[in-house]
């Protein structure tokens, strides 16, 4: 399983060669593709080769583009190349109601919890009242408790006067982290043969990444923590903060008591969601518990 996080942020070529990532900018450096698991292209001057694209989807990279503000804006994914599709496009179909409310029930329990724990970690006020909304929570979360949490967290973590709609370092700092995110959940469905327009939540037809989007929601307390630890309302979106929020996908978070990297901990969480989707049992769902912020260590 890929591992490298690759930020593309001069201009240059992507080709390759005998089963290796060729990046060509003022020195030529080679990669195994093995060892890739997400490339991001920040720079508009770069020219990817058919052959590239074609070898990043065969070998599940996920590959994102970004707009002039480089934020995020497109990622490459693969076709499902999943040795039984049909059956697990048959198994999203068939998904009962209760059994996709009881596993929304438990995304939004571990966001809010993981929320409560963003806030203990800044040593902020409020994480007392989100472990208690998160207690709050009914099959389908029927009473919203997701939405009036996040409305309390964001003052408490922001301030009252914080809105998520305003042009601000902050807010692209959220955007451009939660799209990373978003790519890396999507990256471990396909893998995994699920089609990601097809939520248990989430249901926007115009969406491609419906199912992505409800599995993101437990790693969006990740982004924030990095964001109220790290950056000022005054600072530039540079591009050092751009590489902290990148390399989120590298630090510890836990699964059922043990330490992984994001990338692993978003792969365990899916594998899960195969197990509970086959025996339509929700509990076996495993999902991330957010930890203070720290680069993994390898044993």
Not at 199 to 226: C, Q, S, T, W
């Amino acid at each position: 399983m890929g591992w490298r996080h690759l930020l593309i942020r001069n201009p240059g070529k992507l080709s390759v060669r005998y089963n290796q990532l060729v990046i060509e900018q003022e020195e030529k450096v080679s990669i195994p593709l093995e060892d890739i698991c997400s490339i991001i292209i920040e720079e508009q001057a770069v020219s990817v080769t058919v052959a590239a694209l074609s070898k990043m989807a065969e070998h599940n990279i996920a590959l994102f583009t970004c707009d002039q503000k480089r934020l995020p804006n497109g990622v490459l994914q693969p076709f499902q190349k999943h040795s039984r599709q049909v059956g697990v496009l048959h198994m999203q179909y068939a998904y009962s109601k209760p059994f996709k409310k009881r596993i929304w029930q438990r995304v939004v329990i571990q966001k809010l919890i993981n929320q409560g724990k963003c806030l203990e970690f800044l040593n902020k006020e409020g994480a007392d009242e989100l472990y208690r909304i998160s207690k709050t929570v009914d099959s389908g979360d029927s009473n919203n408790r997701e939405a009036y949490g996040a409305k309390k967290y964001f003052q408490y973590l922001f301030g009252s006067e914080f809105t998520r709609r305003s042009d601000s370092v902050v807010n692209a700092s959220l955007n451009y982290g939660y799209a990373i995110m978003r790519g890396l959940v999507a990256r471990s469905l396909v893998g995994y043969g699920f089609f990601p327009c097809l939520g248990i939540y989430h249901d926007n037809e115009l969406n491609k990444f419906n199912l992505a989007d409800d599995f993101m929601e437990v790693l969006r307390p990740l982004v924030d923590l990095y964001v109220a630890q790290h950056i000022q309302p005054d600072d530039e979106f540079s591009p050092s903060i751009r590489a902290d929020l990148y390399n989120l996908a590298n630090m510890d978070i836990l699964v059922n008591g043990e330490k992984l990297t994001v990338v692993n901990a978003v792969e365990e969480m899916i594998k899960s969601f195969v197990t509970a989707s086959r025996s339509q049992d929700p509990s076996l769902l495993k999902l991330p518990e957010l930890l203070p912020l720290q680069l993994h260590v390898y044993e």
